[in-house]
């Protein structure tokens, strides 16, 4: 009687460790990240659990600073996910606002086809979402559920996602798991967010009053600036003549 529940016990004991160390495992993952739409180089650092993700976006890029000069500077951003909330936050430089909005905004459909990426089966799903056509690669292999920039929906880990018009590729380059890899923070606990659909008034106030200024020819020097069209989601409809625009020039070259 004493031998039974002595292994009833190492075996409770067994499970609720494995549980333990489930809940403290990450997942950490490095991407390229290339939209040429936008100069300078990009890579994603991703540090993630069961509850949270952090995304770290580092672009080391070249910054005219005054007529003749030019300098290299890096920049970072970062993109913080609470997946118990289904909420991704982060900060919107055209704007100068944080956002919060649901991780619930891609549908997705499986295509039935697999590749190879990083040693892990991957399952190929497509979907259209703001202005873009996108196909994605995932593995459920890993015990996470994570993926780059605002990209969510699949039920795996996102190793590779590309628009249909070549302009947008992010793949994993570098993968582990591991206990403790690093602390997730949420960088914008202190900071007013507001929604998706409050961001894209303000966005589009802005973007006219851009417009107007570049049709004026104006430039202004000692800061960085983005250019409109230059977006991955093309959520208005000057996106929109500014991204065919890019398509007319690259045709005519």
């Keep these: 009687m004493f031998k039974i529940f002595f292994i009833i016990l190492v075996a409770y004991c067994n499970s609720n460790m494995a549980f333990l160390m489930a809940q403290d495992r990450q997942l950490s993952i490095e991407y390229d990240f290339n939209f ?7 890579t994603i650092k991703m540090l993630s659990d069961q509850h949270k993700n952090l995304q770290t976006i580092v672009r080391s890029f070249e910054l005219q600073t005054a007529p003749g000069v030019v300098e290299n500077k890096i ?6 996910t609470n997946f ?5 936050s982060y900060w919107e430089e055209f704007v ?7 991780l619930n905004t891609m549908t997705w459909e499986l295509t039935g086809n697999t590749k190879k990426i990083l040693n892990y089966t991957c399952n190929e799903a497509r979907s259209t979402w703001r202005g873009r056509d996108y196909i994605a690669y995932f593995t459920t292999e890993l015990p996470f559920k994570a993926a780059p920039w605002k990209f969510h929906g699949l039920p795996g880990v996102m190793l590779e996602i590309k628009s249909a018009d070549g302009n947008l590729i992010i793949k994993a380059k570098q993968l582990k798991t591991g206990i403790n890899l690093g602390a997730i ?6 900071q007013e967010l507001i929604g998706w659909n409050e961001f894209v008034k ?10 107007e200024l570049d049709a004026k020819g104006s430039v202004i020097f000692g800061k960085k600036t983005i ?7 093309l959520i208005t409809e000057i ?7 890019y398509k007319t020039m690259e045709i005519k070259k």
Excluded: A, C, M, W
């Design 36 to 42: 040429i739409r936008q100069n300078g180089k990009k």
């Design 75 to 80: 920049d970072k951003r970062f993109f913080y």
């Design 84 to 88: 118990t909330k289904q909420k991704i």
């Design 96 to 102: 100068d606002v944080y956002v919060k909005e649901s």
């Design 185 to 190: 923070i949420n960088p914008f606990t202190n």
């Design 202 to 211: 303000k966005y589009k106030s802005k973007q006219h009053k851009n417009k």
């Design 227 to 233: 250019r409109i069209g230059t977006r991955i989601e």
């Design 239 to 245: 996106d929109l003549e500014y991204e065919n625009n």
